[in-house]
Nanobody, 115 residues
Framework: QVQLVESGGGLVQPGGSLRLSCAASGSISSIKVMGWYRQAPGKQRELVANILSDRFTNYADSVKGRFTISRDFAKNTVYLQMNSLKPEDTAVYYC?????????WGQGTQVTVSS
């Protein structure tokens, strides 16, 4: 079974930083895309950032300049460095992996930005 193990969430004050990580373990076909989505209460899940095999990245407009996505190809791990966090960033963050044959989701990790 393929598992996406997420870590790094928690409570942080506005202006603070967090670093999320997601490691894909188990048998998996070649990974094409790794990324992060988030979902706040009462809202739809939205793309935060992703990174392709050629290292091309995409970011939601709301996080550009503050978040940085990176990937360790050898370890099948994706990271999301989140700086200058705002209360609006509060959500459950989900790791997303697209392989050649399937789409996988992490269990979600809570990020809360509050004083």
């Amino acid at each position: 079974q393929v598992q996406l193990v997420e870590s790094g969430g928690g409570l942080v004050q506005p202006g603070g930083s967090l670093r999320l990580s997601c490691a894909a373990s188990g048998s998996i076909s070649s990974i094409k895309v790794m990324g992060w989505y988030r979902q706040a209460p009462g809202k739809q899940r939205e793309l935060v950032a992703n990174i392709l095999s050629d290292r091309f990245t995409n970011y939601a407009d709301s996080v550009k300049g503050r978040f940085t996505i990176s990937r360790d190809f050898a370890k099948n791990t994706v990271y999301l460095q989140m700086n200058s966090l705002k209360p609006e960033d509060t959500a459950v963050y989900y790791c997303n992996v697209v392989s050649q044959i399937r789409i996988y989701w992490g269990q979600g990790t809570q990020v809360t930005v509050s004083s």
